[in-house]
């Protein structure tokens, strides 16, 4: 493994993740983390992810001694999902979940050599929500 300086690394681990990982595209757009959520089912508009019976939003999550030290993960806005039904309006149903889609996404993590001066970069893989999905509602028998 090679150790690099502080000055050094940021440039080695984006050339790694460039060259070594497919990247995932990150969205243009994220909300607070604590901003409020809620199912937009009076809007049901044109963008695709809300567009969604099951719609969600991105929001910033940091990831500190990562690269990238910041990523973009999907939140679903709903616990049910957006119907329609015989042309009515748009409501939304408990007898689905919306659940979120889980893809894997490579890290490096900053790691100190044994010369306690520099840093080697470790290899992570987190699981990240990327969109929502509308599933059936788990029914437990009695």
Known sequence: MKCYDDHELQ???WRKLNSHYPKLVEPRVAAAP???VSCPV????????????SPWRYELVPKKDHFPSTYAEARCLCLGCILIQNK????ESHDYNSSPVI???VFL????CRDGKKYYLKRVT???AVGCTCLRAKITPQ
């Open 42 to 53: 009076e809007y049901f508009p044109q963008h695709f992810h809300e567009r969604s019976l």
């Open 126 to 128: 987190v699981d990240v």
């Open 109 to 112: 993590k900053k790691e100190p």
């Open 11 to 13: 440039a080695a681990a």
């Open 88 to 91: 009515s309006q748009p409501m």
């Open 103 to 105: 893809q894997k996404k």
């Open 34 to 36: 604590d901003s409020p």
